[in-house]
């Protein structure tokens, strides 16, 4: 069964260091998110991107983010200069079509130290 | 803008308990609605869904009917068991812009033997 992939799966950085989340969506899919749940909370919706530019995104998502899908197959994640309260579990999802439901990755915990 | 509401946890069941989560969300239009549970130290796994009025989704014995009516979509499970100790968390998926997630507070479930 398809899925979508995530790595790191724990990354551990300094505050002030640049990080890259990286995903793997299903390779037919279009529609691509990123998700940040901290640690015993809610999960949030950060950014979609669909045709190679962002199609929304939250206040969370400040301009020390950034997405990109480099290559067609990856989605990542960059946080420029991290911060304590950047710490959380990042969940990548894809859907293939718009209004049908989307498939989440498996998530990458962000330790900032 | 749309939104989940949850019940606040921890629920705390005996094995074979019947557990009810509540859930009720608002949104413009008829949204589709999922619950997700996440395990200790996992990620989000969808385990069922509703994409309109009066469909029931059902999954591993827990089901969740959606009802416009009351814009509500409670997850039910008859006889739960020690291993569905988790955090479950209701979503909705918006009927416009870009479809994204929103999703409840999670609601953490513990079931003792």
């Known amino acids: 069964e398809p899925e979508v992939t995530q790595t790191p799966s724990h990354q551990v950085t300094q505050m002030g260091q640049e990080v890259i989340l990286r995903c793997v969506p299903i390779s037919n899919h279009l529609y691509f998110y990123w998700y940040r749940q901290i640690l015993g909370q809610k999960v949030e919706f950060l950014v979609s991107f669909y045709n190679n530019e962002i199609s929304e995104k939250s206040e969370i998502f400040d301009d020390q983010f950034s997405v990109e899908r480099p290559d067609g197959s990856n989605f990542t994640l960059k946080i420029r200069s991290t911060k304590l309260e950047d710490s959380a579990m990042y969940f990548c999802?894809?859907?293939?079509?718009?209004?049908?439901?989307?498939?989440f990755g498996q998530g990458t915990r962000l330790t900032v130290v | 803008g749309d939104s989940v509401t949850q019940m606040e946890g921890p629920v705390t069941l005996s094995e074979e308990a019947f557990l009810t989560i509540n859930c009720t969300y608002t949104a413009t239009g008829y949204p589709s609605l999922f619950w997700y549970v996440q395990y200790p130290g996992e990620g989000l796994q969808l385990l069922l869904k509703a994409t309109k009025a009066d469909d029931k989704g059902s999954n591993k014995g827990f089901e969740a009917t959606y009802r416009k009516e009351t814009t509500s979509f409670h997850l039910e499970k008859g006889s739960v068991q020690v291993s569905d100790s988790a955090v479950y968390f209701c979503?909705?998926?918006?009927?416009?812009?870009?479809?994204?997630?929103?999703f409840g507070t999670g609601t953490r479930l513990k079931v003792l033997a």
């Open positions: 999802a894809s859907n293939g079509v718009m209004n049908t439901e989307a498939f």
């Open positions: 979503a909705l998926m918006g009927t416009s812009g870009t479809y994204k997630y929103i």
